[in-house]
């Protein structure tokens, strides 16, 4: 398959990310169907354009012709086997579960057609352990977005020892294709590249923090003043979700068994607290 014949772009999962994800695929000029079992979720997706891009538009970012292509190159439905039945290119973007991961990827490759490329936007769960759920492991490769995806231009790309060179190529490729700066990664890894330095940076700024050295808000200011940061680690983690900072430990803690890889008691009582950051007006900041 070439690049060309990459005409249309499923997005399962309408969140955060999803959402995002699939406008930058309409904005590039792929057509898109993005699907969600939420009927909310499937609602913000849409709504989102309203919100975000006239400012983009009044700001010079982008035209309101590119906006008014993307609103119709794109479409939204609770039904997988309609989003992906004809795409080309499918890219998952659910919660970080293995097993939600893997029943999703079993259905897409039952749905889509044989050269449909599969990939996951998992931020830490390489692709070796969700390809076997599918009878096409070398089309199954790591797409990691990075938050928020309209305005961040990276992009992971990691090739499993599954996945074929071609499956590599062109998933760069389409990252090119969407604006975006492919990063190839040869080998699969825990947390890819970036979420290794966070997951680093992060598990120190907690640990500080229990043992009471100092506060979410002096470590913040200290990684954003002295280190050069554009954000501290108590922000990100806001940012990102604290929900999301504990079920990817737990994932990974539940896979392990090390003691060390499982949630901080900070992250572990905001989570329990439902202080997950922004999306719940309250995290190690208000947000109110």
Known sequence: MRIEDIQKICVIGAG????????????????????D?????LYHAKAFAESYFPARVTKGKLTQEQVNAAK????????????????????????????????????????????????????????????????????????????????MNIVEVVQGPHTSAETAELTLGVCEK?????????????GFLVNRFIRALNHEALYLAEMGVASPEEIDLAVTNAL???????????FTGNDLSYIIEMERYQETGDPKDKPSPLITEKYFKGEWGRKTKKGFYSYE
């Open 16 to 35: 955060s990310m999803g959402c995002q994800i699939a406008w930058s695929a309409a904005l590039a000029g792929y057509r898109v169907s993005c699907t």
């Open 37 to 41: 079992v939420s009927l909310e979720m």
């Open 72 to 151: 119709e190159n794109i479409s939204f439905t609770q039904n997988l086997e309609e989003a992906a039945a004809d795409s080309d290119f499918a890219i998952e973007s659910v919660i970080e579960k293995i097993d939600i991961k893997r029943k999703i990827f079993a259905e897409l490759d039952r749905i889509t057609q044989p050269h449909a490329i599969l990939v996951t936007n998992s931020s830490f769960i390489v692709s070796s352990k969700i390809a076997s759920a599918t009878k096409r492991p070398e089309k199954i490769c790591n797409m990691h977005f990075f938050n928020p995806v309209l305005k």
């Open 178 to 190: 969407m604006g975006k700066q492919g990063i190839l990664l040869k080998k699969e890894i825990y």
């Open 228 to 238: 050069g940061h554009p954000i501290g680690p108590f922000r990100l983690m806001d």
